[in-house]
């Protein structure tokens, strides 16, 4: 069996992927990804395989590892695998099924026999991933997404790996005061690379440990085309992607393009188009 020396963790959502690809493609190979791993179903099964994130991982990666909706982490060799098993309905049933059960010591009861069910019926994927991990070397992921629930089987087992993190939206979130537990500063070894000078001056003053850890590195750049527009000669592309209103309310996204279109867009003279 393949033992991967590096490993790329895929949370919270797909767009880790995007900001994380033109860097992957530059990896020699002896830091190459080979293989990923889906702390949350719905993140594989939202890969679009179109995308040119999917098309590159298809190349490059020989091992798929993915946590159920029951715990159990199940390995698959290929995309193809792995998105099938995404798309069963199982913990669907299993809500179904709880939401007339007042109980919750029965409901502990009812998941714990779903994931047994989901065990045995899956026993040739099902894979101890602590002792991945052991192998690994190099870890590829956004670093303030460890300490998480869906990272509790092997948060405090990778302390002495070469962790190598990049922030999976716009950073702004790193200034809240609660913001950096402790945990961090157990990691023997951890490279941050964030959008901007402003971000790195943040990381510095929160991390004395690894200040000399974090490197800025640019934003991933888009071609232009087709615009119809000749008299403007300056174009930037704004490229938006799809938000839980949870996580990202309308109301507060149209402040933030208010405020990029009031200091950038306007100040500039940029023609812009926002995809």
């Not at 190598?164 to 950073?171: A, I, Q, T, Y």
């Amino acid at each position: 069996m393949h033992n991967p020396i590096s490993i790329f963790f895929c949370s919270p959502n797909i767009g880790i992927l995007h900001s994380w690809l033109p860097i992957l493609k530059n990896l020699p190979e002896s830091k190459m990804i080979d293989s990923i791993y889906f702390p949350k179903k719905r993140t594989l099964k939202n890969i679009d395989e179109k995308d040119i994130s999917y098309k590159f991982l298809k190349k490059k990666i020989k091992k798929i590892y993915v946590k159920s909706d029951f715990n159990n982490i199940l390995i698959f060799k290929t995309f193809k695998e792995g998105k099938s098993f995404s798309k069963k309905n199982t913990f669907n049933i299993y809500l179904n099924i709880t939401k007339y059960i007042p109980f919750s010591k029965i409901k502990g009861l009812v998941f714990f026999l779903f994931k047994k069910y989901e065990y045995y019926f899956n026993l040739s994927k099902i894979i101890d991933f602590s002792n991945v991990i052991e192998n690994i070397k190099f870890i590829f992921c956004d670093f303030s997404e460890l300490p998480k629930d869906y990272y509790n089987e092997i948060k405090f087992k990778i302390f002495d790996k070469k962790i190598f993190s990049l922030n999976h939206g716009s950073g702004i979130q790193i200034e809240k005061k609660n913001y950096f537990p402790n945990y961090f500063n157990n990691f023997k070894e951890l490279y941050i690379f964030v959008w901007s000078n402003i971000e790195k001056k943040i990381y510095q003053s929160k991390y004395k440990k690894i200040k000399n850890k974090i490197f800025t590195t640019a934003i991933p750049k888009h071609k232009i085309q087709n615009f119809k527009s000749n008299k403007i000669s300056k174009k930037i592309i704004l490229f938006s992607r799809n938000f839980q209103e949870n996580f990202f309310p309308l109301k507060e996204k149209v402040f933030f393009l208010k405020i990029i279109k009031k200091i950038i867009i306007d100040a500039n003279g940029f023609y812009l188009c926002i995809k």
